[in-house]
């Protein structure tokens, strides 16, 4: 007991007693070394958190480059509404389907079936009939009873007492008149269509070398 006051004391504890801490022994001139190395390995895991960030931004630029705007659907073109090119011209003769203006034996007419064309005389011939249009051409007869067929590319001649045919390859040439002589050319034929030619020169008898051969008769002597 002391005086004026009262004293604690902690009550023993049991089994071994508590070690008090000891001070710090660790030496100054080891702090610097540790320091070192601590370093170097701040600075790489700095340095790989940046490389990390580099990959990311070149991996995000590299998505947004491949991206492609979305494209608009092609319009229709013009060309699919409007009619090919290369089909080919509509049929035309220079006198249309205006028979009568063969009647002096020149013409260019239009035919798809069977018509009567009056003429006045050339090839020694009245009339011509165009009796069927083929997909090859024509099928004709005259009022002189003469029948026949005409092709594209082919010249029919007739004339008093005869007639006559020439074909050619190519593009038809149109017939030169010739006095006495009624030529026919079919110029296309396309879709039950035909494009009748008549060419003649004059009327009259045709070329001596068209004309048949006069007989000798023999010379009797009594």
């Not at 004293?7 to 508590?18: I, K, M, N």
């Not at 203006?101 to 018509?115: Q, S």
């Amino acid at each position: 007991m002391g005086r004026g006051g009262a004293r604690f004391t902690a009550p023993p504890t049991s089994g071994t007693a508590r070690a008090e801490p000891r001070p710090s022994c660790v030496r100054a001139d080891r702090i610097l070394p540790i320091r070192l190395l601590i370093a170097p390995i701040r600075t790489s895991v700095i340095d790989v958190k940046r490389a990390a960030v580099l990959v990311l931004l070149v991996l995000l630029a590299g998505c947004s480059g491949d991206e492609q705007p979305a494209t608009p659907a092609a319009a229709p073109s013009s060309s699919a509404a409007t009619p090919s090119s290369s089909a080919p011209p509509a049929l035309t003769a220079a006198d249309g389907r205006d028979y009568n203006a063969c009647a002096d034996g020149t013409c260019e007419v239009m035919v798809d079936g069977p018509v009567d064309i009056a003429l006045t005389g050339q090839g020694g011939l009245h009339q011509l009939s165009v009796a069927a249009v083929t997909a090859d051409g024509i099928d004709f007869a005259t009022d002189g009873g003469g029948t026949g067929s005409l092709t594209p590319g082919c010249v029919s001649t007739l004339y008093e007492n005869g007639s006559g045919s020439s074909c050619s390859s190519g593009e038809p040439e149109k017939p030169k008149p010739v006095d006495g002589v009624l030529a026919m050319q079919v110029v296309e034929v396309r879709d039950g269509i035909a494009v009748l030619r008549l060419v003649s020169g004059a009327v009259g008898p045709p070329p001596s070398s068209l004309r048949p051969p006069v007989p000798v008769l023999p010379t009797w002597h009594p």
